[in-house]
């Protein structure tokens, strides 16, 4: 019952959490919000993977909390896809290309320098 809980109140605070900051930056033009909330947890997710490697105390609760709930409310990946879609079928094939590729590589790339901040590889 105890990780269902944890990944319950971490996923909850992280919707939560992607809610306001996709109001107060998302535009009718671009979704900055989904964008940066991607990127963000994704490098959360970097640093607490990192985190766990480095000091080799791996904490079940920890990463049920942060990685499983928090980051998997957090991020929007979801959200992405159907952004994206609607893109497609409004034809707006450029913002969709530039959409796609920055999310995706940036969200490698944050999580490379969530790593790399821990000084950890895999």
Known sequence: MKPFLLVFLGGGLGSALRYFVQRLFNTS??????????????LIIGLVAGYLIKTEKYSTSLSLLIISGFCGGFTTFSSFGLEGFKMLQAQ??????????????????AVGIGLYLMRVSY
Do not use: E, H, K, R
């Open 29 to 42: 033009t671009w979704p900055f919000g989904t964008l940066l909330v991607n990127i963000l947890g994704c």
């Open 92 to 109: 707006a094939y450029w913002q969709f290309i530039g959409y796609f590729l920055i999310s995706i590589c940036l969200g490698y790339l």
